[in-house]
Nanobody, 120 residues
Framework: QVQLVESGGGLVQPGGSLRLSCVAS???????????MGWYRQAPGKERELVAT??????NYADSVKGRFTISRDYAKNTMYLQMNSLKPEDTAVYYC????????????WGQGTQVTVSS
């Protein structure tokens, strides 16, 4: 079964850090420089929003997380990461990863989400 699985979420105090991981199983990340993978989040009562993406060597961040979050990937481990520092209560949301998987037949997949709660 081809899927993306997120982990690393949890409860953290304001100012704390978390590192989310997104592992691909059943297939591998497509390494095309034109393909985009990334992280999105959805807070209660709000629409899903972009957090960070990576396309080739280029990264893109939402203004609200610039300077605090870092997206990265390790093709050898088939894993994408989101390092989150200086967390704020407004970062509380379910975080989802998305990535293109496959070499010949390429399809975008979404993970099931991992909850991040920032609260004292």
């Amino acid at each position: 079964q081809v899927q993306l699985v997120e982990s690393g979420g949890g409860l953290v105090q304001p100012g704390g850090s978390l590192r989310l991981s997104c592992v691909a199983s059943g297939s591998i990340f497509n390494r095309s420089a034109h393909k985009t993978m990334g992280w999105y989040r959805q807070a209660p009562g709000k629409e899903r929003e972009l957090v960070a993406t990576i396309t080739g060597d280029n990264t893109n961040y939402a203004d609200s997380v610039k300077g605090r979050f870092t997206i990265s990937r390790d093709y050898a481990k088939n894993t994408m990461y989101l390092q989150m520092n200086s967390l704020k209560p407004e970062d509380t949301a379910v975080y989802y990863c998305t990535a293109p998987l496959g070499l010949v037949v390429v399809r975008d997949y979404w993970g099931q989400g991992t909850q991040v709660t920032v609260s004292s």
